[in-house]
């Protein structure tokens, strides 16, 4: 879960993209003038973003979109394939990295080995 893992990073200091989440009829909707844009983008920021799925990973679904006035079309798009939210972030130039989690899995010499319980 993209969601849970952004605001776990955040939580614990790391920064992150300033993003905000949308589901459903929602995802139709971004705008400067909404509060949830202007607190994590700022007033003047218009472009460009990044569209995903908040569940996936390997950037599978996910769309850079160049300006603001795109973001709604590629947001419902992903919501209506995923029936799930859609982060809207804003893009960061950079080396991308995948990271995977499974919770409870044992890893020994590069093969899975079992499960371990979680405390």
């Known amino acids: 879960d993209k969601v849970l893992m952004k605001q776990w990073l955040h939580g614990i200091g790391l920064p992150t993209a300033p993003f905000v989440v949308r589901f459903g009829a929602g995802a139709r909707t971004l705008s400067a003038p909404d509060p949830d844009f202007a607190q994590a983008f700022g007033h ?3 472009g460009p973003f990044l569209v995903k799925p ?3 990973r390997g950037s599978v679904m996910v769309e850079l ?3 603001l006035a795109a973001v709604s079309a590629a947001a419902e798009r992903i919501n ?6 859609v982060i809207i972030e804003r893009f960061v130039a950079g ?3 995948c990271t ?3 919770g409870g899995l044992h890893v020994q010499g590069g093969e899975i080995v079992g499960e371990r319980k979680l405390a």
Do not use: C, F, L
Request: aromatic share 14%; net charge negative; charged share 30%.
């Open 44 to 46: 003047s920021y218009r």
């Open 54 to 56: 908040a569940q996936g």
């Open 65 to 67: 979109v160049d300006d």
């Open 80 to 85: 209506q394939a995923t029936q799930d939210r």
């Open 95 to 97: 080396q991308e990295y």
């Open 100 to 102: 995977w989690m499974a």
